[in-house]
């Protein structure tokens, strides 16, 4: 009986709650309708699906409008800890889509479009992606974004308004061609611009000294002034009120023109400056992990970096705040070392505008700033040379100068004439100016981004800097948004782990765990196995459409989805390929016939040739092997062009297996490692970056871990040679696969193609042959896949693996990592 009461009361429920969602399916409707009339004077059946877009958008941004007017409200009154998180890059993919999931009303319009004859999906796809950085540092900074206003901590992104994004990818006849990304180009729906908070930025001229009321003045003339015009972009988060902003400031010159010019009849030249302070913010530099010292480079960082120390302090002020407590009002974060210029931009204003002394500005500068390094690589650290700071930033040079000055006395007194160790730490050394140095002396705190790349700063890359200050390096390990990576782009499996666990685990870290018991579930297995079918259904019409290639969706979907990069290894995983291919043809008796898809999805830096004849040869490879009879229905390989945020979502969630084979101590973290494990791909990788925790939660028998540690990578180098070419010498194996690339097996028309590649492996460049070690791990690499091909036969086995792998990526929410970095370094409320 009473059974009945409940199961009444529940159907009750359901009618009223089927009855609002009904109304309120209905209200969105008249709110789309409303505005193709007014803005386009459409209907919904003659309105074209941009229009549709735009009408979805501008209703999704009013219902956000009003709460961030509300959020900026109650922040402005409070005198919370705010966080400013500064970056050169932030990689945002679409906004419709997501800000749907946090408002929690993609079902709401999915079914108002339906009823209108047309598909969410579909109209989501018109939106332009915000590409506004390169690769794994652009993105972590979109996803913690997301976390931070999911987890309602007041906070602001802030960059660069780039009115080009990452170039986008073509490939032509196996070639990446890059071309433009105007993704402005038929106007932001979500960004409000903001003239009122518009501020100066002044570059060049000289620097008078002056002596008032006995003390010494510094006067800047004789500058060029370029205009920062702040356009602000909501973040919204999931199932909460705060909206915080993205702030990304645009380059603009202060006059339209120069009259004097225009006056002249001059016309040309009298736009001429105008072009040149617009250029500050015309393009994203495509460069990752590769640093060149170019000027406009510098400008840009200057540019961006000052502006947003303006607007800080300008609001601190009319709060009514002493700048002197600044560091209990405020936390700046240092994205790698690229914000760096704003250190002594603060000391700047603190001293020459606002009366500080040196002690007083260093101590301030010092509570606010905390830094995080991103990547091991040398050439990525960014050293200007002193002459170009000189002249671009005068003032600001001076005061890295006496930075430097001070720091040198302070090593000295702790290292003596340890001169080695202390021209290596210094801030100013052979006239250059190291912008890691820089931060580690004025940060108050220093991180990594995986245990693993901390335990490697600590030890090697900045070791005589934590014996100085231990008590600043912390490690934050990264971690990516549930919110996108899984409920935005894997629907159906958020359907079913909510179903089965219900929806805690959509905020924060811990409740995804919940779901280690389903993976014995057959139930469960069986639907989990249709979700994953799905998903590689629809990644295999995508790869028809845009590669015109056939993949069968039974197959193992293998993939290497990240930037282009030697020390990355996709050349390990094409020689893989080529070793598969060789094995079918040339004894198909033995060879194991399971059939396989290689999907790879890359993008290049535009001057990088390794990294381009790389993407040339996989592109070669895939011609032969999709082609050849004899292989075409076992293995397949794919190279989909145009790697971003957007074609990420429908990847990730199609992939059975997560090539992670960096050469091990290269990859600080990695966070696509984390996007595909969270849709249950399972791991083949090295011991590290964040492949080390993730192997650790999972354990070995759910991810298949392979090749030289990081020690013993590091003891390699240390000793001076890979061995590669006695390995060519003396295994047939490894020989046989390398000399296809010099014997026109993947290049017939041309056979000197590949011969670069040829020559690093095996001969070297600079005397060091294969700096990345693909032929030391190849034999580990693959004794590996052929396990993974074996595992994968016991379809059973390997999807209670990946189950597995679902339920223990809740340690990878990006929630988790800013709960992190807000314990350990900034101690906001
Ligand atoms: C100056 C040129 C340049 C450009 C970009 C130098 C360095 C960078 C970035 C720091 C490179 C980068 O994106 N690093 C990646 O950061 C991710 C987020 O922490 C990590 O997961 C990746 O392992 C790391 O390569």
Redesign the pocket.
Known sequence: MKQEVKTDVKADTKKVDAIAFEQQKQEIIKKISGKLRRYFAKTIDNATPTQIYRACATTVKDTIMEKWARSKEEQEKKHNKELYYLSFEFLMGRALGNNLINLMQSDLYREALKECGLSLSEIEEIENDAGLG?????R?AACFLDSLTTLELPAFGCGIRYEYGLFKQKIVDGYQIEMPDPWLEDGNIWEVERPEDKVEVHFNGRIEETFENGSLKFKHTDYNTVIAMPFDMPISGYDTDVVNTLRLWKACSPEAFNVRDFNRGDYVLATKDKELAEVISKVL?P?????EGKMLRLKQQYFFVSATIQWILAKQKRKGHDLFDLPNYVQIHIN?T?PTIAIPELMRILMDEEGFGWDEAWEVVNGTFAYTN??IMAE?L?KWPVEMFKQLVPRVFQIIQEIDRRQRENLQSKFGNDWGKIEYMAVISNNFVSMANLCLTACHSVNG?AALHTEILKKETFRDYYSLTPEKFKNVT?GVTQRRWLCKANPELTKLITESIGDKWIVGSDTLDKLMPFAKDSAFVEKFAKIKKNNKIALAKYIKEHNGIMVDPESIFDVQVKRLHEYKRQLLKTFHIIYRYKSIIEDPQNADMTPETFIFGAKAAPGYHMAKLIIKLINNVADVVNNDPRTKDILKVVFIENYSVSVAEKIVVAANVSEQISTASK?????GNMKLMLNGALTVGTMD?ANVEIAELVGPDNIFIFGLTSNEVLDIYSKGSSGSSELYAQDMQIKKIVDTLIDGTFSKDKNNLFFDIYQSLIIGNNGFSDPYLVLRDFESYIDISGDILLEYKNQNKWNEKAIINVAKAGFFSSDRSISDYNERIWKLR
């Open positions: 390169n690769g794994g540092l652009g972590l530099y460069e990752d992990n590769h640093y790698d690229h991103h990547t990525a960014e981004v990264n990859e600080a973290s990695g966070t970056g």
